[in-house]
Nanobody, 113 residues
Framework: VQLVESGGGLVQPGGSLRLSCAASGFTFSTAVMSWYRQAPGKERELVATIGSAGGSTGYGGSVKGRFTIARDNGKNTVYLQMNSLKPEDTAVYYC???????WGQGTQVTVSS
């Protein structure tokens, strides 16, 4: 299993970013996929989850209404569109399937003016 996250960067409060996660080594189209994040000194937390066909999604309370998870089974890729970013969204963002596989390197998101 390989999970490669990309798309992070430095953005001002109120800005947007779109993260991508390219997956390989398993049957992506049948896997529930999620985005997680880990801020410095904090536990890794679940941000958003999407069902295998993309029809069902779920979000953590702190991102609901601002983040949108999506997937393209033809490209083995899951996305996280992040809008109205806040400084407290600063973290390393990771994707993973369920059951969990070894974590990728993640992508750093920094929200700061």
């Amino acid at each position: 299993v390989q999970l490669v996250e990309s798309g992070g960067g430095l953005v001002q409060p109120g800005g947007s970013l779109r993260l991508s996660c390219a997956a390989s080594g398993f049957t992506f189209s049948t896997a529930v996929m999620s985005w997680y994040r880990q801020a410095p000194g904090k536990e890794r937390e679940l941000v958003a989850t999407i069902g295998s066909a993309g029809g069902s999604t779920g979000y953590g309370g702190s991102v609901k209404g601002r983040f949108t998870i999506a997937r393209d089974n033809g490209k083995n890729t899951v996305y996280l569109q992040m809008n109205s970013l806040k400084p407290e969204d600063t973290a390393v963002y990771y994707c993973n399937k369920w059951p969990l596989s070894p974590w990728g390197q993640g992508t750093q998101v920094t929200v700061s003016s």
